[in-house]
Structures are given as C-alpha cells and as structure tokens.
C-alpha cells in the first residue's frame, strides 16, 4: 500500500472552558502548514500539546486521522472539516488508517514510524467541535485514527508518500484495538498478540481479563 500525506498540521494554543487541560488550553486545534516539518521522538516540532498526561511522548508522537474517513464526518455533521480538524497532524490520503497493523511501520518524507494504538474520544474533542454528543458517535463510528511512534526521526510535508514498509504477521488492526476497548470486549483477548502495543495498554487488557475470569 502506498498512499500520500495530504497535510501536516500544527497545533496552535486554544484557550476554552471545554479544553481538558488544567489551565484551559487546548492544542487540539491543528492547522495546515507549508513545507516539511520534523517529527521528533516526542512529538512534531513546533505543536502545541495541551494535556501531556494524554498526548504527545513517544508512543503518541504523531496523530494521523484518513481524509476519506474525514469526508464521511463532514457529510455526517453536514459541514466541512479542514485537515486538522480531528486534532490530527498527518492528514492521510489513500491509507487505511483503520486497518493499519499494530507496529507496522510507515516510510513517510525521511523520518520512518510506527503504528501504536487508536485515538479514544474526550470531551476536549466534542467541545472542539461542539457536538455535545460526539463521543457515542465516534465510537459507534470506529474510525479512529491511529497514533504513531517516530522510529527514525525526519522530515514529512504534504504530497510525501506513505509506503507500509513493515507489517506484523498477528494482524490485529487499529479498528480492532479500537472495538475490544469500547463496545466489543470480546475481541480483548486477540489484543494480547500485539507485542508492540504499548505496555500500558497490554497491562489494562490483562486487568480487564482477569477480573472477566
């Protein structure tokens, strides 16, 4: 699969009652940029990062969301969504940002990534968007977009390739991460066959587990 970044966006500081950070600024307002941007180990260089306890570090790094999925939100919601509407940085094109293998590992401008784990809705998000219950309806979507650890360290602007250069054999996808955590824990399980999910994460499919007997 080779696909292409549509745009890279930053995140400028947003000042809102709805921003989760505790002096109520949010970066999930990410706008397009001109010309490469580097992405770092922790994060792409110049973003703003509001809630660090919940974004940024090295296994949410880089926050990619598909332009096709976008284009489904934007008939849904009836308005448009400009690249970075989602709080994304990479705005991907022909890339099944859902379907993406935990671990597999991206070719993008210089720097090489890795797929880790899906976004999870908050109220940040919906205050953003400001649909009260866009939560539910993100999650009944299942379309989450996937953060990224930066692998090697480089340079990505708009019009770059996204070439998969490296796919796990166990499969296990970023929609199913998405689903065993929310509404299809039954699917928990299949998660432990994804050794490169973060550490946290694996410990909470096991708590869950064991307390599921």
Known sequence: ????????????????DWAG???GRSGIDKRPVDGPVALLTEGAA?????ERAHHGGPDKAVYAYAEEDAAWWAAEIGRSIR?????ENLTTYAVDVTGAVI???????????????????????????GVPDLIRRFTVRAT????LRVLREGEVGA?????????PAHGVTIGEVFRAI???PELLPRLLDATDLPEKLRDNVRRRLALRG
Request: charged share 15%.
């Open 103 to 129: 671990g597999e590992q991206w070719a993008v401008g210089t720097a090489v990534l890795q797929v880790t784990i899906p976004r999870t809705p908050c109220t940040t998000f919906a205050g953003f968007w």
């Open 83 to 87: 690249p970075g509407g989602f709080g």
């Open 46 to 50: 110049g973003d703003f990062i509001g």
């Open 159 to 167: 019009g770059d390739p996204v070439e998969v250069v490296e796919r």
């Open 182 to 184: 929310t509404l299809e």
């Open 21 to 23: 950070d505790a002096s």
């Open 144 to 147: 989450p977009g996937a953060y």
């Open 1 to 16: 699969m080779t696909g292409r970044v549509a745009a890279v966006n930053i995140g400028v500081v947003t000042e809102a």
